[in-house]
């Protein structure tokens, strides 16, 4: 039984930086687009409410967290885009205070829940460290489009291990979505963390292979790069496959970025 008291506190320092970045904008620069289609700096802050607040019924009202989900099921093709045009319709200040106050109190539910205890989402029941850990890679990913809306450049941290590591577990679920058969053998992965340690995942006598930079795997993961702007390599053809369709989240895969439009 992990302690997720350690995802929890990088959750909310990557909760804090997107913030930073959207905090003092003004109302016209949350109407700016982003790579997004369709969605604006706002939608990307909506979404990030929006899911806090699932995450928060999830941990806290499993009943109100299953009509969400059930809702999903019956509209899964707008869900998602459903809850961000109406989040962004909101005054940015209004929509802003909304964000903060959720993400609060997804805080201190998750530092609150019971050892052990899982909770329902869209995939698969997640622990408090999983649940964390999911809302990390999402507040990354949605910060990064924002970022490259504004012109501003994030360095890398380690945080992006927790991104790494949920896009590693999701491996076969990735394969699921693509209507693939998940390959039986593990891989061995070797990512190199922005202060220059190796974060390794898998057997070290795996025949199939992943290496690179940490920072291209979580940009690959979470579909914000397509693999071939990326310093990734694969050894073994069912490793290859897996670079073309890799995602950390739930949900279908979407159309991802095309080879050229690399945000770096």
Do not use: N
Not at 136 to 162: F, K, N, S
């Amino acid at each position: 039984m992990s302690d997720p008291t350690p995802v929890i506190d990088d959750l909310r320092e990557e909760s804090e930086e997107v913030d930073a970045l959207v905090a003092r904008l003004s109302p016209g620069e949350w109407c700016l687009a982003t790579p997004a289609p369709r969605w604006t700096v706002a939608h990307q802050i909506a979404h990030l409410a929006w899911t806090d607040r699932s995450a928060l019924l999830a941990v806290t009202d499993e009943d109100g967290f299953r009509v969400l989900a059930e809702q999903a099921l019956a509209a899964p093709g707008r869900y998602v885009d459903d809850g961000a045009d109406e989040g962004a319709r909101r005054a940015p200040a209004e929509l802003l205070a909304a964000w903060r106050e959720g993400r609060a109190a997804l805080d201190k539910a998750l530092r609150e829940s019971a050892p052990g205890a899982r909770f329902p989402w869209y995939g698969p029941p997640m622990a408090a460290a999983s649940m964390a850990t999911g809302r990390l890679m999402e507040t990354w990913a949605h910060g990064l489009d924002i970022a490259d809306t504004l012109g501003v450049t994030r360095p890398p941290t380690d945080r992006l291990r927790h991104v790494a590591r949920i896009g590693v577990r999701a491996r076969d679920f990735a394969y699921a979505t693509h209507g693939l058969t998940p390959p039986a053998e593990p891989f061995r992965v070797e990512l190199t963390g922005p202060g220059g340690d190796v974060w390794a995942y898998g057997p070290g006598d795996a025949a199939q292979r992943v290496t690179g930079p940490a920072l291209d795997f979580c940009l690959l993961a979470t579909r914000r790069a397509h693999r071939t702007g990326l310093a990734l390599t694969a050894e073994g053809p069912d490793a290859d496959r897996w670079l073309d369709i890799a995602q950390a989240f739930a949900g279908p895969p979407g159309a991802g970025r095309k080879p050229g439009e690399d945000r770096r």
